[in-house]
């Protein structure tokens, strides 16, 4: 009789597999108190379950349960135990999360729960058919074809977008050596976000945001705001079909992974052909470490770039110097910016 050691040399736990598996348990949970406006209810008070549940109009069942998963994973605080404890926001969610403060970022985890957590769900039929899995496979209409046809909709967005771009921004802003250069156009430059805050910044800097028709009464109304309109202009137009307007640097945040390689280079060439010797074209997105083994977030925005888009992916900083290498750049270089975010800056 042939007996088996069942007992392993090396012991595994598989506590990382189940929390990975299992994930979607807690994003649907904090995607969900984003939905309800929880953390903007909290505010800079704290609350009892029963007054939360009658704030956001919740079934007695799940108030508990859903108020203690979130202080388990750490978006809330509670103070007390029972029926009498009551809970409040965690020092990140009330700087992020609650939508009176400038930081809040929640725009991003809207746009999460309503579009990709059901997209999400067709990921394998992604992998099996490499077909995107968003809008344009129910409707028959492309995403950004869809989103630029509704104001609101697009505005939503934006905004969705400003909301995560925003950390990255700042610190491009006071990394980035911007002293030997006077102007800047910022290509699919949505709100004007970047060019807001690279005029803030440095004041010597005239900047240009350019984007589609449809986007230029967001941008302007966003500038006139906040009082940049005669240092950020608003420019339009096709970046596929139209040259851009010429400037000292170019930039693009979450441009570059949209689209598929063809793209991608017709891209990188536009941007070379907007220079002058010794511009810059840069570039801000979440890339890939180099060797593909790190940067968790930048893998799994690729994937979101299958189900968006089919063919679009994101990529790493060698790809983007090979590429840019090959367009006529003499230099470039990889700064790191935020979390998983970085900037690709190359220079002709």
């Known amino acids: 009789m042939t007996t088996y050691d069942t007992a392993p040399d090396v012991q595994v736990d598989p506590s990382h597999i189940m929390q990975v598996g299992m994930g979607f348990f807690a994003s ?3 995607l969900s108190a984003v939905e309800l406006e929880l953390f903007t209810q909290l505010g800079d008070g704290a609350l009892s379950g029963p007054e939360i549940g009658e704030r ?33 926001n965690a020092a990140d969610t009330s700087t992020f999360l609650d939508k009176r403060n400038p930081a809040y970022i929640g725009g991003i985890l809207e746009m999460a ?64 050596d911007f002293s030997s250069y006077e102007t800047v156009c910022d290509v699919g430059g949505a709100t004007g976000q970047l060019s807001m805050i690279l005029a803030g910044r440095h004041p010597h800097l005239r900047c240009t945001s ?10 302007e109304k966003a500038i006139a705001a906040a009082g940049l309109a005669d240092r950020v202009s608003v420019a339009s137009g096709d970046f596929f079909a139209d040259p851009l307007p010429q400037a000292d640097v170019i930039t693009m945040g979450m441009i ?15 941007a070379y052909d907007a220079l002058p010797d010794g511009g810059a074209f840069i570039v801000v997105e979440t890339l890939i470490d180099d060797a593909r083994r790190e940067n968790v977030f930048g893998l799994m925005m ?42 690709g800056i190359a220079i002709k």
């Not at 108030?63 to 103070?79: N, S």
């Not at 869809?146 to 006071?174: T, V």
């Not at 888009?309 to 590429?323: E, K, L, P, Q, S």
Request: with cysteine; aromatic share 12%; charged share 25%.
């Open 210 to 219: 350019y984007d589609l028709p449809a986007v230029a009464p967001i941008a």
């Open 56 to 88: 956001l109009g919740l079934h007695p069942r799940g108030i508990e349960d859903f108020l203690d998963g979130l202080v388990a994973l750490g978006f809330l605080r509670r103070d007390g135990d029972g029926p009498d404890s009551r809970y409040a």
């Open 302 to 343: 690729s994937l979101n770039m299958l189900i968006e888009f089919g063919d679009a992916f994101d990529y790493t900083g060698a790809d983007f110097a090979g590429w840019c290498t090959e367009v006529g750049f003499r230099k470039v270089e990889i700064l790191p910016l935020t979390g998983p975010a970085s900037a």
């Open 113 to 176: 729960n309503a579009r990709l957590y059901p997209f999400w769900g067709d990921l394998t039929e992604a992998l099996r058919t490499g077909k995107p899995q968003n809008e344009v496979k129910h409707t028959g209409t492309a995403m950004f074809e869809e989103l630029y046809s509704d104001p609101a909709r697009l505005e939503q967005f934006m905004g969705a977008m400003a909301g995560i771009s925003a950390g990255n921004f700042h610190a491009l802003a006071e990394t980035f």
């Open 28 to 30: 649907k949970t904090l």
């Open 256 to 270: 570059l992974h949209d689209w598929n390689l063809e793209r991608k280079l017709q891209l990188i060439r536009a």
